[in-house]
């Protein structure tokens, strides 16, 4: 592998770091009642944990009101129970063969707590960031090893690699301030 290459590859694993980011943000409720709050929920589906999705149909009732509804009926337990004990603060209800699941307003002290989970999946995606760094920069050093390139090619590679770095952390930045205000302000 060419250190045009590596540095290529590493591009490509920062950019899905920040997709990822965007994904895992978008489940964190703002204010509004959003089925996809309610995806990386996992209920026990005969021992086997299960994603919410794969067992129930997912939909809204009103802008504050999620509905869930299990598509085998011995499942409603199951579901509630696992809605309940997320850490999303939700607290289902039972109506015949559908869950409402009512949204909370927010609190500031709510507002709060989902500012530091946001902190949370930002610094682990600065973490992965770095990470794809590190291993650039040694795949870089191997090179330089091996003498495939010259020892200012892994530097000047290498100061490209932390350039780009930077400018991925710098957009996680961007994209955890613009998430805090968006909780902060709704």
Do not use: C
């Not at 499942?75 to 309940?84: C, S, W």
């Not at 780009?164 to 302000?185: G, N």
């Amino acid at each position: 592998m060419s250190a045009n290459e590596i540095k290529k590859n590493t591009e490509q694993k920062m950019t899905k770091s920040i997709e990822s980011l965007k994904s895992n943000l978008q489940k964190i409720r703002t204010g509004r009642a959003h089925p996809g709050i309610l995806e990386q929920i996992n209920v026990d589906y005969y021992g086997n944990p299960t994603p919410l999705a794969q067992v129930a149909n997912l939909g809204l009732a009103d802008a504050r009101t999620l509905t869930v509804q299990p598509w085998e009926k011995n499942m409603m337990g199951a579901v509630e129970k696992a809605i309940r004990e997320s850490d999303l603060g939700l607290n289902p209800a039972t109506q015949g063969n559908i869950i409402r699941v009512p949204m909370p307003a927010l609190t500031e002290e709510r507002r709060k707590e989902l500012t530091k989970v946001v902190k949370g999946e930002g610094e682990d995606s600065k973490i992965a960031v770095r990470n794809l760094r590190r291993d650039a920069n040694e795949s870089l050093k191997k090179l330089a090893k091996d003498k495939e390139i010259s020892e200012d090619d892994e530097r000047r590679s290498q100061d490209e690699v932390q350039k780009m770095t930077d400018r991925f952390v710098a957009e996680i930045d961007k994209i955890i301030s613009d998430k805090e205000k968006e909780i902060m302000t709704v």
